[in-house]
């Protein structure tokens, strides 16, 4: 009940939000659901905590919209909550591109990670670790509310991806999905997309 009462107090004071034209840092924590399928079509399921920092830095903007290029950091901690036999936990984090798109409250966006997974198993029998790296596809929607040079909000992710055999070294590929709802915080940094790209190479 908590997230809808909160996208309906956005919708309701929608403000210009990511419409200034200047680059921002977004930090965002979320709870994500993480479903993993094994090689004999049976489903591992996680959940935990799930963080990711953004950078935006405005193409496209105009009174009440702009179109970002992204750049973020993604970190999943989750627990297999499939089977209480065996202790599982699975680390996600990596690095990815993206565009975000602001209209008043409402955004809407994508982005492209390169991860590395990392599962520790153990149970009374052994320990065991796998690790490997893949692709994920991330799309999201969500609101926010202006507060001046921050701005607070929240959103709903979906990842999507195809975990090759090749990396893991099992005998079929694994489909992977995480459902994420986040509540987020975006700081303006009070410097234009050009001026930012000057600072750095200056």
């Not at 935990?48 to 496209?60: C, S």
């Not at 320990?127 to 929240?154: A, E, H, P, Q, R």
Request: with cysteine; charged share 15%; proline share 2%.
């Amino acid at each position: 009940m908590l997230p809808y009462t909160f996208a309906l107090f956005l919708l309701c004071t929608s403000a210009n939000a990511g419409s200034k034209g200047e680059v921002a840092f977004q930090l965002s924590v979320g709870s994500p659901e993480i479903s993993i399928t094994n090689p004999d079509n049976s489903m591992a399921y996680y959940d935990g905590l799930a963080l990711d920092a953004k950078g935006l830095f405005p193409i496209f903007f105009g009174e009440n919209s702009s179109l970002d290029l992204t750049f973020n950091y993604k970190y999943l901690d989750t627990e297999n909550t499939t089977t209480k036999s065996v202790g599982e936990t699975l680390s996600v984090n990596g690095v990815g591109t993206g565009v975000n798109m602001n209209f008043y409250s409402f955004i809407l966006g994508g982005s492209v990670e390169y991860l590395s997974a990392k599962h520790n198993a153990s149970s009374n029998v052994q320990n065991s670790n796998l690790s490997y790296k893949f692709i994920n596809l991330t799309y999201y929607v969500g609101m926010v509310k202006s507060f001046g040079k921050f701005d607070v909000g929240g959103f709903y992710s979906v990842s999507t991806a195809t975990i090759s055999k090749d990396d893991t070294g099992l005998s079929r590929d694994s489909d992977f999905e995480a459902r994420t709802i986040w509540m987020t915080v975006r700081f303006d940094l009070g410097v234009k997309s050009k001026d930012f790209l000057k600072l750095i190479y200056d």
